[in-house]
Structure formats: structure tokens, C-alpha cells
């Protein structure tokens, strides 16, 4: 059972920035690779990025690319994501995700691991 704690959340201006964090509880973090996922209220949980076990290669919805980046340090068992240019519509709950396999999936479902969420919210 892998646990995995999000931090790094919270209240920004549009135009601003915020680094999440995603720490796992497994030894063994590298073995997976690793999604953030965000909900809005009343909105179905969305794809926004995710990073390969190396950490190799990334993939980001398109809403996000080329503002936000994933990374990770798997000697940390931590995966970030950078967030800037924010906008009022990257408001939500932010999840982290594991997942086992190596195929790529966007699909919430193919998770196997979800962390509680932090709170992002951006003002106009």
C-alpha cells in the first residue's frame, strides 16, 4: 500500500505561481510512475500531468502545457508540480497518483494510489 501526501497548496493571484508536492510512503517510489489529477467543484477529476518512472518523459493535458511542469526525485519519493501563469480556471483540488503500469493513461481509473488533495485556488 503505497501512501502518498500532497502540501504545497493554496490562495493565489492570477498570473502567480505554486509548486506542489507529492511525498510517498514506499521505498519503492521509482517503480511507479505518477499523475497529478485536479477537480473542480462540480467537475469530474481531469488529467493535468504525468511523469515516467525515471522521470524521463512527461505528458500534459493541453489546458496546462507549457505552464505547468512535473518532475520528481526518487531519491526523496517526491514528485512536483510547478504551476505558473496560473488562472482562475486551475482552481480545484489537486490529487497526486501512482500508478503501476508503465502504458501511459490519462484515465483516473488505471491509478492505482491517490493521495487526500490540496486545495488550489486561484483569484481574478
Same mark, same amino acid.
Given at each position: 500500500q503505497?501512501?502518498?501526501? #500532497?502540501? $504545497?497548496?493554496?490562495?493565489?493571484?492570477?498570473? $502567480?505561481?505554486?509548486?506542489?508536492?507529492c +511525498?510517498?510512503?514506499e521505498?519503492?517510489? /521509482?517503480?511507479?510512475?505518477?499523475g497529478?489529477f485536479?477537480?473542480?467543484p462540480g467537475?469530474?477529476?481531469?488529467?493535468v500531468a504525468?511523469?515516467?518512472?525515471a522521470g524521463?518523459?512527461?505528458?500534459?493535458a493541453? /489546458?496546462?502545457?507549457g505552464r505547468?511542469t512535473?518532475?520528481?526525485d526518487?531519491?526523496?519519493n517526491?514528485?512536483?508540480?510547478?504551476?505558473n /501563469?496560473?488562472?482562475? #480556471?486551475? +482552481?480545484?483540488?489537486?490529487?497526486c497518483?501512482?500508478?503501476r503500469d508503465?502504458?501511459v493513461t490519462?484515465?483516473? $481509473?488505471?491509478?492505482?494510489?491517490w493521495g487526500q488533495?490540496?486545495?488550489v +485556488?486561484?483569484?481574478?
Amino acid at each position: 500500500q503505497v501512501q502518498l501526501v #500532497e502540501s $504545497g497548496g493554496g490562495l493565489v493571484q492570477a498570473g $502567480g505561481s505554486l509548486r506542489l508536492s507529492c +511525498t510517498a510512503s514506499e521505498r519503492t517510489f /521509482s517503480m511507479y510512475a505518477m499523475g497529478w489529477f485536479r477537480q473542480a467543484p462540480g467537475k469530474e477529476r481531469e488529467f493535468v500531468a504525468r511523469i515516467s518512472r525515471a522521470g524521463g518523459n512527461t505528458y500534459y493535458a493541453d /489546458s496546462v502545457k507549457g505552464r505547468f511542469t512535473i518532475s520528481r526525485d526518487n531519491a526523496k519519493n517526491t514528485v512536483y508540480l510547478q504551476m505558473n /501563469s496560473l488562472k482562475p #480556471e486551475d +482552481t480545484g483540488v489537486y490529487y497526486c497518483a501512482a500508478d503501476r503500469d508503465v502504458v501511459v493513461t490519462r484515465t483516473s $481509473g488505471e491509478y492505482d494510489y491517490w493521495g487526500q488533495g490540496t486545495q488550489v +485556488t486561484v483569484s481574478s
